[in-house]
């Protein structure tokens, strides 16, 4: 592995205290376009972002409130000030750009609290072209070895009243599956939850995303709105209301994130938060392998008129594995059937009951042999598992799983953000890397950059999806447009791709098995390529698909790439996204339920010609929305694509270098 994290220069100055005075600390992004400020305003330490002079965030105070009634930033003073300058240049195994390699500004700012225990805090400021990143560093200090923290509050004091995307929280049990809802910042009430990331559109259209990142051994971070300002909220151990995190000495919180631009396709674009994220900690990935995957659940564990029961057993599944084998569908995921998960199971459904054991498969279910036929089929097998049915017996199922043949599994149910669930979910990355395991975690919080030092954490859950098609909650294109701005800026985003059978809205009919879609088939191809998720699901049944237009499509398209870039695009309304996979392109759009006509440039193809294949939308998609057009097409970096988007709809294209 490549990595480097290069100190250019380093320049010390020191912070002149006269009582509670502070001389404002200021420094610059590389391009200069982001100015960060640092001040104490009477021992309270505070920051402000000023974005191409604009002031983004401003007297916005930093505090941390320990057990025994100790605190940092109630009568705080500031030492020697270090700034250096950086740079980060590391390849990304599973990503939407296969290496980056980005400048930074630093200071780092020592602060100890002038009473009680005087507790000391480094604050580490980072500043990329395109955002900012803060975080608290313990060192150990005064004889003391560990630290209970009570709350942590980083505030965020918005300028301007911006307008804000955000899904709000029930409480702190929660798969983060919401809506986003748009409003200005002012309407939203004091102590609402809010999940991130969330999108914050200030006057001029200028953007911020806030959001946290290298979520490691510390609570998870939503945002609540107290006294009318933004402010962090860390979730709560276990048991107890008051304590958020129980660690070591030294020990250093995540990363505080704000993604900046005034072009909104740039938030898209950002590596900010893998920029941010620890160095890769697996050593050889080679074995390490993305795609696409079948899931049977989605489409009701659907099986066609045969000579054999479906169930729990091997020709079940094997119906789905020569699926895959026959339309370079790389995965089949075991899952069970009909609320039955694949291992001994006492629960209700697929929940874990008290004598569930996964390292036993279901009798009938020969798991050792599925995977040696799969093999023969060039097709690798994952498994579906409720993370209370695996943690438990997380090194014995693993080894198991690993002598059995399996390449990866979704790990599901886990509803929680706070320090234990972040702690277990991280030794869940490493047991499964020493056994060439891949993972996908479901009912989960937002992704934090962990691809960057677990590259096989392949995808995350997070969000509100097709998945809940089935249950009548109806996914709009509205839905996935606030979703392309909002958590699908944080990383990979699973949602059940694949549904292959819209219907219009005005005769919809809801199913649980073989549910339908409202946005167009088009729209369905699009969303493989907007977003990014290096396990795709194809959750439709095998019928759905073969000899359907547009499959090709889907047999087709990568899962990981070189490069991302956003030609263009609105927040809410429509975007275009454009990812590179070796010479070749693909390109996406989707609008949200208004139709539109939109130019979308080609600037970012390089000299020379591409071959281009187009599915778009057919005339009647209205009353017939599985319908698309298919044409071949030359173009060139200097050509522009004009296209009308029907509500609801999309449009895909591959572009071959000529």
Not at 178 to 187: D, G, M, Q, V
Not at 425 to 432: F, W
Not at 601 to 609: E, V
Request: aromatic share 10%; charged share 20%; proline share 5%.
């Amino acid at each position: 592995m490549h990595f480097k994290n290069t100190i250019i220069f380093c320049l010390l100055i020191t912070a002149t205290i006269t009582g509670y005075a502070q001389k404002k600390i200021r420094f610059s992004s590389p391009d200069k376009k982001i100015v960060f400020e640092f001040t104490t305003q009477k021992g309270q330490p505070a920051y402000a972002v000023i974005y191409n002079g604009l002031q983004l965030i401003k007297d916005s105070k930093l505090l941390l409130a320990f057990a025994g009634n100790e605190f940092l930033g109630k009568n705080t003073k500031v030492g020697i000030v270090v700034f250096k300058t950086g740079l980060e240049e590391y390849p990304l195994p599973l990503g939407k750009t296969s290496y980056v390699k980005e400048n930074y500004s630093e200071a780092l700012i020592p602060l100890q609290e002038n009473t009680g225990a005087k507790m000391m805090v480094n604050l580490r400021v980072r500043l990329f072209n395109g955002g900012i990143g803060l975080r608290y560093e313990l060192p150990a200090q005064n004889n003391m070895t560990a630290y209970t923290l009570q709350e942590e509050r980083t505030d965020f004091n918005l300028a301007n009243d911006p307008l804000a995307q955000v899904a709000f929280l029930e409480n702190f049990t929660t798969s983060h599956e919401h809506r986003y809802n748009t409003l200005s910042l002012k309407s939203i009430h004091n102590d609402t939850l809010m999940d991130m990331p969330a999108l914050f559109t200030f006057p001029g259209n200028i953007y911020m995303a806030i959001t946290e990142a290298n979520l490691l051994n510390y609570a998870g971070m939503s945002l609540i709105k107290k006294e009318g300002m933004l402010t962090t909220q860390l979730s709560p151990l276990p048991g107890g209301e008051n304590v958020k995190v129980k660690a070591a000495l030294p020990h250093h919180t995540p990363w505080r994130v704000m993604i900046i631009s005034d072009r909104a396709g740039a938030l898209i674009e950002s590596n900010l938060i893998t920029n941010l994220a620890d160095p890769q900690k697996i050593k050889d990935v080679s074995w390490l392998k993305p795609g696409k995957a079948s899931f049977h659940w989605w489409n009701g564990d659907v099986l066609p008129d045969t000579t054999f029961e479906a169930g729990v057993n091997f020709n079940f599944n094997k119906y789905y594995i020569d699926f895959c084998a026959r339309n370079n569908i790389d995965f089949h995921t075991i899952i069970g059937n009909r609320g039955v998960a694949w291992y001994k199971n006492d629960g209700i459904e697929y929940q874990p009951g008290p004598n569930t054991d996964v390292t036993v498969p279901r009798a009938g279910l020969d798991v050792a042999t599925l995977c040696d036929y799969a093999k023969t089929k060039g097709v690798g097998i994952r498994f579906w598992v409720h993370w209370q049915a695996l943690y438990p017996k997380l090194e014995a199922a693993f080894t198991l799983f690993e002598q059995w043949g399996i390449k990866g599994m979704m790990v599901d149910f886990m509803d929680r953000d706070d320090q234990q669930m972040v702690l277990m979910q991280e030794e869940i990355l490493q047991h499964a890397a020493a056994h060439h395991l891949e993972i996908q975690f479901h009912g989960a919080f937002k992704p934090t950059g962990l691809n960057r030092t677990y590259p096989n954490e392949s995808t995350r859950e997070g969000t509100l999806n097709y998945e809940n098609n089935k249950g009548g909650n109806l996914i709009t294109a509205d839905d996935d447009m606030n979703v392309i701005f909002t958590r699908a800026l944080a990383g990979c985003t699973d949602y059940h791709l694949g549904g292959f059978r819209a219907m219009p809205v005005n005769n919809y009919k809801q199913q649980f098995t073989k549910p339908f879609m409202l946005s167009t088939r088009c729209h369905m191809l699009a969303m493989y390529v907007v977003l990014e998720n290096h396990m795709s699901m194809v959750c439709d049944y095998p019928d759905a698909y073969e000899g359907q237009p547009g499959f090709e499509f889907i047999q087709q398209v990568p899962t990981v790439w070189d490069k991302t870039v956003v030609p263009a695009g609105t927040p809410g309304d429509w975007v275009a996204i454009a990812r590179q996979r070796g010479d070749n392109w693909y390109l996406a759009a989707i609008t949200n339920d208004t139709s539109r006509s939109v130019a979308i440039p080609l600037t970012f193809l390089s000299k020379g010609n591409y071959k281009a294949e187009i599915y778009k939308d057919a005339a009647d998609v209205a009353t017939h929305p599985n319908h698309l057009i298919k044409e071949i097409k030359t173009f060139s970096s200097a050509d522009v694509i004009n296209i009308d988007l029907t509500g609801g709809g999309g449009m895909v294209v591959k572009l071959v270098k000529e």
